[in-house]
Every structure is written in structure tokens, then in C-alpha cells.
């Protein structure tokens, strides 16, 4: 009595239809014949007409010998290789405990308080002195920018804060 198998999806089936068929074509570009590719694959005739039909109750092993046959069994080895869902679901799994994957830790790392200090440091340091000394033309910018006024940049050159005079 044979075995029963799971129905598989019409998109599945054809996949496994479009690969028999490849695997016809395979053994017709190396001008075997199906005879001799079912007794090297040590299967039935009737196995290996089935197998190229994309028949869903040929078992693995089957397609693998016939594919080693071939010389392509190397093929197989392409398979699951990328798994972008499998990855996805793995990260969100561990995303999803609260455990940050490995990619996104260290981008934490890198992110961190001192950074923030330092820029807001810059940013009250630099609105501190033009409140002492705003220069022409500075006005709120400079609080939320953290930028220099003209003025300020003069006074850094010149200690006395005094601009050098222009010559004509």
C-alpha cells in the first residue's frame, strides 16, 4: 500500500513540475537515455517518468539520484543557502525578548550619553559667550546652531578683541 502525502500548494506543485522538467532536459542534452538513467539511479522506469513529470510522491532520495546521475548533485548544495525569511524571524524573535541581535548592539554602543554631552556643552558654551558679547547680526541662531557670531572669531585671533582696521 503506498503512502499518503500532504496535498501541496498549485504554486509548489508546478515548482516541482518546472524541476522534473529540468531534470528531463538535463538527461536529453546528455543523450541518455531514461533506461539508462533508471537502472544508474537504481530505479524503476516508471519511477524516473514520474520524477520528470514533477510527481510529488517520488522521495528525495530519488531526485538526488538521479541528479548524481547527472552530475549535477552539487545543485542541491544551492539550496536554503539564502534564507532571508528564516532570518528575519530570527531577528525579530530576538528583538522580540528584548536581546538586541548582534548587528544592532554595537550601534548602541557607539550612540551613547558622552556624545550628547559634549555637543550640548559646545552648544552652551558657544550661546554663553555670544549673551556676553553678541556681535553684529547674531541673534538666536546662534543659541540653537551652536555657531560663532564674527565677532567671536575675532576675539579668538585678537586677544584684545579689537578687529584690525581695514586698509584701502
Known amino acids: 500500500m503506498a503512502k499518503t502525502i500532504a496535498p501541496l500548494l498549485p504554486s ?21 537515455t531514461a533506461k539508462q538513467v533508471a537502472e544508474r539511479a537504481g530505479m ?20 538526488l539520484a538521479v541528479m548524481q546521475v547527472l552530475g549535477i548533485e552539487k545543485d542541491l548544495d544551492l539550496l536554503g543557502t539564502a534564507d532571508p525569511m528564516g532570518r528575519e524571524l530570527q531577528d525579530a524573535r530576538l528583538t522580540a525578548r ?5 548587528s ?26 555670544s549673551r556676553s558679547r553678541p556681535g553684529k547680526g547674531a541673534g538666536h541662531w546662534v543659541e540653537k546652531s551652536g555657531f ?21
Open 44 to 63: 524503476a522506469p516508471m519511477t524516473l517518468r514520474s520524477l520528470e513529470r514533477g510527481g510529488a510522491g517520488v522521495t528525495m532520495g530519488a531526485y
Open 98 to 102: 528584548g536581546k538586541p541581535s548582534a
Open 148 to 168: 560663532s557670531s564674527a565677532q567671536s572669531l575675532v576675539d579668538l585671533i585678537d586677544p584684545k578683541g579689537v578687529a584690525p582696521s581695514r586698509r584701502r
Open 12 to 32: 509548489t506543485a508546478e515548482l516541482l513540475q518546472r524541476f522534473g522538467e529540468r531534470l528531463r532536459l538535463a538527461r536529453l542534452r546528455r543523450r541518455l
Open 104 to 129: 544592532v548592539e554595537p550601534a548602541k554602543r557607539r550612540q551613547t550619553v558622552p556624545v550628547a554631552d559634549v555637543t550640548e556643552r559646545r552648544v552652551q558654551s558657544t550661546a554663553d559667550k
